[in-house]
DNA sequence: GATTGCTACGTTACCGGTAACTCATGCAGT
DNA sequence: ACTGCATGAGTTACCGGTAACGTAGCAATC
């Protein structure tokens, strides 16, 4: 019980009577001892209160350490929070644990995060972006670690890629919406430091229409992190533009959310008058008095597999460079 | 350019034909060396592309690591994401690296992850939790580093404590509610494994009814994480059992929220049939017909103080043991 | 009986930095 | 001229593990 940090590898031997690395191969678990000398030196180890230590681990083992990098664009956010809280989780049951970064859509800031990280000599690292400067992709190179890129899906990957496709996201949203026989469509989106994570959805949306033979007849994207607010004051600004439209496409489901609140302050009717769609399957969707019509990620799936295909890639197993991860239109009732 | 993460020390010194010793000094920024002497190692460091190994650093500094421990509750929630992102770049600016945890109000959780953490010599921990296992408390004590308590505002810290009054927040409130006269509150929480973070706040809220000579009329926790569904069905609960009411206290705004569609969809008003007030200072609130009555959390200055408090203890700064970090009540419309 | 192979350890060297100490030099103050 | 002290280095030991290799003892094989 009471814990004695100072006890170290050498005093639990001194006192089994065994030599120092007899009891690092104990408790590492690695063969080569017998059953009654594991015994005793776990008797020792637990009597002693050894706690172990995983710096003298890493830097005596040459820089294998169980370290893993996880950068993500926010935590701050309800889909990244959740995958980031199911790779930590993940990790930490397998043995690992994470520092975790995040660089708000910022190529640049991804790099000083990725510096400070190398200089820790990380087992794994787990990206969800798709965007590098030229020196974050030298240097995870010169790392020579498995690299796990999440989120989007990149067909061709730096080392592994896992998640789901936004274009076809958008593109499959489209689809849907053109079966409704609706024409005249808009689409609201939000940018954080000019770069638009959405900006797929919205590609594979117009790709869908033009199929269709129309175009998106209008289009407000907001300089400014999408929510709520975003998604009002950003209808505001399309209608404002482009009164009369059958349909919204919406960056994600807060903003969905959002627009459906202006809408609704202003006498517009969904669906009648317009149709909402919106991304993500986000938790605020459930209170809507009409069910949102919108595209679920499989938010803690992804992080998992992020989690598992990485710590498989570091053990040496063979495992597939592009995981695709489905995600599902849910047809609600705002189209 | 090209990185050669196989450079160390002793490569640096002999190219610049000094000793390993100098070259360490220059690059950690002590005195004791010429101007000469500094640049020529820098300009080799630059040379040979040299990756700083903190691994090797803090074993040799005998355990004086840069690493920081964290602990929340959850990532994928609005207000400890924002927190926890704030404390994440305040460390990283600060030249310290954080590995992060979260305990989804389990002592137990706190407990594994503190374990697993120790075993990486951290320099420093941040926690939000007010409950811990004796095993946890023995552990910290053990560690000798300093140790900042947050969010919870703990008057007499472990360490050092930053933070609010859960409490008071629920007495502010219920004040203010008194102040308009009605009679009958209701309140609406949640807990996840069987704790209930607001508790606090709604002992405060009673007191404040208590002082008025009222009590509470009814109330309804559901075992449910805190969200927008659990407000809509947790007020469904509440009204049915106790139709009557002349105001409604949540556990927090996105539950106020879905409170405030359920009685919507039955045609209650608010605030001329039922007052509401929430609690955060949540996003989604900025979109709702009337303005939530709420009271406003800093959660990125919480974060950012937390950082502070911490690396000046690290430091050996003589920093503050308990700060106040006030939070603001924001009489909207809905009361 | 000699050789081989396996088990269960012990020995030794080393990982890449940092702390603590030593030492030569130059210059100001007495 | 001598002392004292700051400056700018070099030297040595060490942090606490792990990898690689060595070896004693014993059973199985040749």
Redesign the pocket.
């Given at each position: 019980m009471s814990r004695n940090a100072k006890a170290?590898?050498?005093d639990i031997a001194r006192a089994a009577g065994?030599?120092?690395?007899?009891v690092?191969r104990v408790?590492?678990g690695s063969?080569?001892?017998?059953e009654?000398?594991r015994a005793r030196v776990m008797s020792e180890v637990e009597r002693l209160g050894y706690l172990?230590?995983r710096i003298?681990?890493a830097?005596?083992?040459?820089g294998?350490s169980t370290l893993v990098g996880v950068c993500v664009p926010r935590f701050a956010s309800s889909l990244f929070g959740s995958t980031l809280e199911s790779i930590n989780t993940s990790l930490m049951r397998l043995g690992y644990q994470s520092m975790i970064g995040s660089h708000d859509q910022l190529p640049e800031e991804e790099e000083i995060w990725l510096k400070g990280l190398a200089s820790w000599r990380p087992a794994g690292i787990i990206l969800a972006a798709r965007r590098h400067t030229p020196e974050t992709l030298s240097l995870l190179r010169d790392l020579t670690v498995p690299i796990v890129e999440m989120w989007d899906l990149n067909t061709q990957p730096i080392d592994v890629s896992v998640g789901f496709s936004h274009f076809d996201d958008g593109y499959t949203m489209g689809r849907f919406l053109m079966l409704r026989g609706r024409r005249r469509y808009g689409y609201v989106g939000a940018m954080a430091n000019r770069v638009t994570t959405g900006r797929n959805r919205r590609d594979g949306f117009e790709a869908a229409l033009r199929e269709g033979g129309i175009s998106l007849a209008a289009s407000e994207t907001l300089e400014d992190h999408p929510g709520f607010y975003a998604g009002y004051y950003g209808t505001e600004l399309l209608i404002s533009r482009e009164p009369k439209l059958d349909g919204i496409y919406y960056h994600d489901d807060e903003m969905a959310i959002g627009g459906m609140a202006w809408l609704a302050s202003r006498g517009i009717r969904v669906p009648d008058d317009i149709g909402i769609a919106g991304w993500g399957g986000m938790e605020a969707a459930s209170i809507q008095p009409r069910r949102l019509t919108t595209t679920v990620v499989p938010t803690a799936l992804i992080g998992k597999t992020a989690a598992e295909l990485l710590v498989g890639r570091m053990r040496g197993d063979p495992v597939q460079d592009v995981t695709m991860i489905p995600t599902r239109l849910v047809p609600g009732e705002t189209v």
């Open positions: 170290g590898l050498e065994v030599s120092k690395m007899t690092s408790l590492r063969s080569g001892f017998s009654e000398t172990p230590n003298a681990a830097f005596g083992s040459g294998t």
